[in-house]
DNA sequence: CCTACCGATCGGTAGG
DNA sequence: CCTACCGATCGGTAGG
């Protein structure tokens, strides 16, 4: 785990509204400096390289999708086992993730095959191992027929990156609010699967 | 419209995989170069510069949604003018579009905002009006009772970003052809805002 | 389409 | 966190 003072956390919202807005490659280092009011050079007293940036808002992202995604599934689970109730809590999750912190998210999101090595593989894991939260979910729910037949993998890919596309365009001073958008969001996404109205 | 020679077309292609695989930003005029064997300055002989490369690729791409969602709408409004009926077509003109052309499409969506000046704003109020199809005639579904009631914008763009998220995923040697992703994505999108089964 | 070249900017280091 | 600096690469031009 990297070492995080205060600056070094707001180093990475800096960088990670620049790299929303124009994205990792189209940010150079010399601009997340300016948005701190300090030197190009003086970023690294706090940094190894612009790659550390970007893995570190890239990690604290990955982790807040899989703590909400974790509490939602144990809600969800110990009051039902539904697997209607559990999609609609990881839905839930998911948007109130990238709503609460749509720059991260999006950075997360759009930005994170700018990795190299490791960072890179390890991320790609967790990204598998969260869709594949969603493919597990809707493949338990076809099978018990909660859910219309569908195949599970395209399901999960189009529920996820029609979530995903709300981190593109969210914004904080937006029409519509987090709570109401989650709800939508659950009622869209549950009626794609389940077929008959509820 | 640009001049269009068949090398002008080799550096668009060549462009359009570059520029899906490591974004805009992320790939130097050399890049392109040297992906059609030939040296960087050489580029200059054909274009102008290095946006109007982009220009020229997000310019065909909106043309190909365009046309294929005009396609569309006059064929299923002739044929019934049922709003279910219009948007299963669109939905099927847009993945078409997609699995047809991928790196076209990615581009489209995902680094058009590195235009600048009247071609970012020609381009945005494109996208715009392409996404008021969509917008409308969930709205005139809706009116009609042939949706479920639902916010016409937050729909839209839930659907159109499940749409565009094709893009970065679909492979052309992948499990499933591009008419069964349409199949599917026809499926899911209706029943998102049908709600009873048919 | 090539060679030769341009100024600007890139990510990053040295030494304080 | 600053100044001063590094080699590499950037998009692009001149002249053939």
Known sequence: MAIETARRREIDDAASSLFRERGYAGTSVRDIARALDIQGASLYAHVSSKEEVLRSIVDRAAAAFEVAADRADTE?????????????ALIRAHVGVVTADPELAGVFVNEWHFLTGDARATTLARRDAYEQRFRTLIEDGVAVGAFVPTDPALASSFLLTALNGLAGWYRVDGRLGPDRIADHYVDLGLRALVGNDR
Chains 1, 2 share one sequence.
């Open 76 to 88: 969800a689970e110990s009051s039902t086992g539904d697997p209607v109730d559990r999609l609609a």
